[in-house]
């Protein structure tokens, strides 16, 4: 793992949010400012800001680097970059952060609860930025669907508490589906903590892919991997080589 940058993180006291975010990227410069010119209140309230760079070779470590509290590379893989912001986090809980991701404004409020619940993990609504009529209805079911199940996905900005992250070993080291095999592992240990409270994530892949297509894909995947086919397998689906 390399060292990109590291900046002084505010020092944490009793009256700080114990939360370290952990952001990984690759090639996010056109969101990742966005995304961190939203966290710079949190900032001041005592949250650790970690982005993991992936390899990018556009402006996202440059863009990113004082924004944050530390900036740092390490091998490409989003439960990779995961583990190792994790790492380095020292608060109380950790909560992963995608770059197109923006996680409600009364997050502070929200945070208090996290003193009085049994839970030890959790994840927020979704709402997905600007979407159509169809995609609307696509949230409420993706919604409905975390709360009855217990199983989220990375947009809904997964949370836990750091002890019981490196209880579990964090992330397990696959290419896809990292947050689907997170949440079947720490629901044996809790009963998430759902809060509704929306996180609101871009629809960039469902406009740029087409909506109906992306969902049967996701569904075919989610499918497959529950019949046991391998993450490698499903992320060559996920993420079919680009034509010449």
Same mark, same amino acid.
């Given at each position: 793992?390399?060292?990109?940058?590291?900046?002084?993180?505010?020092?944490?006291?009793?009256?700080?949010?114990?939360?370290?975010?952990?952001?990984?990227?690759?090639?996010?410069?056109?969101?990742?400012?966005?995304?961190?010119?939203?966290?710079?209140?949190?900032?001041?309230?005592?949250? %650790? $800001? /970690?982005?993991? =760079?992936? @390899?990018?070779?556009?402006?996202?470590? !440059?863009? #990113?680097?004082?924004?944050?509290? %530390? $900036? /740092?590379?390490? =091998?490409? @893989?989003?439960?990779?970059?995961?583990? !190792?912001? #994790?790492?380095?986090?020292?608060? %109380?809980?950790?909560?992963?952060?995608?770059?197109?991701?923006?996680?409600?404004?009364?997050?502070?409020?929200?945070?208090?609860?996290?003193?009085?619940?049994?839970?030890?993990?959790?994840?927020?609504?979704?709402?997905?930025?600007?979407?159509?009529?169809?995609?609307?209805?696509?949230?409420?079911?993706?919604?409905?669907?975390?709360?009855?199940?217990?199983?989220?996905?990375?947009?809904?900005?997964?949370?836990?508490?750091?002890?019981?992250?490196?209880?579990?070993?964090?992330?397990?080291?696959?290419?896809?589906?990292?947050?689907?095999?997170?949440?079947?592992?720490?629901?044996?240990?809790?009963?998430?903590?759902?809060?509704?409270?929306?996180?609101?994530?871009?629809?960039?892949?469902?406009?740029?892919?087409?909506?109906?297509?992306?969902?049967?894909?996701?569904?075919?995947?989610?499918?497959?991997?529950?019949?046991?086919?391998?993450?490698?397998?499903?992320?060559?689906?996920?993420?079919?080589?680009?034509?010449?």
């Amino acid at each position: 793992m390399d060292k990109a940058s590291m900046n002084d993180s505010p020092a944490a006291d009793s009256d700080s949010l114990p939360l370290s975010i952990i952001i990984p990227v690759l090639n996010e410069a056109e969101e990742i400012y966005p995304c961190l010119r939203r966290l710079q209140a949190l900032r001041k309230q005592g949250v %650790q $800001v /970690i982005v993991v =760079d992936g @390899g990018s070779d556009d402006d996202t470590i !440059a863009v #990113a680097t004082p924004l944050a509290d %530390q $900036v /740092i590379s390490c =091998d490409k @893989g989003r439960a990779r970059q995961m583990n !190792a912001g #994790a790492a380095l986090a020292d608060r %109380q809980w950790l909560l992963f952060l995608h770059a197109d991701t923006r996680l409600p404004v009364n997050l502070p409020d929200i945070m208090v609860v996290f003193n009085f619940t049994s839970s030890v993990w959790g994840f927020f609504g979704v709402k997905v930025r600007g979407a159509p009529a169809l995609l609307r209805v696509v949230q409420w079911f993706m919604n409905k669907r975390s709360f009855l199940t217990s199983i989220s996905t990375g947009d809904q900005c997964q949370f836990v508490k750091r002890a019981v992250f490196e209880q579990i070993d964090g992330f397990a080291d696959i290419p896809l589906m990292e947050d689907i095999e997170l949440s079947k592992r720490l629901k044996r240990q809790s009963r998430p903590l759902f809060v509704s409270a929306k996180a609101e994530t871009s629809g960039r892949k469902w406009q740029r892919d087409g909506i109906w297509p992306t969902i049967f894909l996701m569904w075919r995947l989610r499918l497959a991997y529950f019949f046991g086919v391998s993450p490698t397998l499903l992320e060559q689906r996920y993420y079919p080589p680009e034509k010449p």
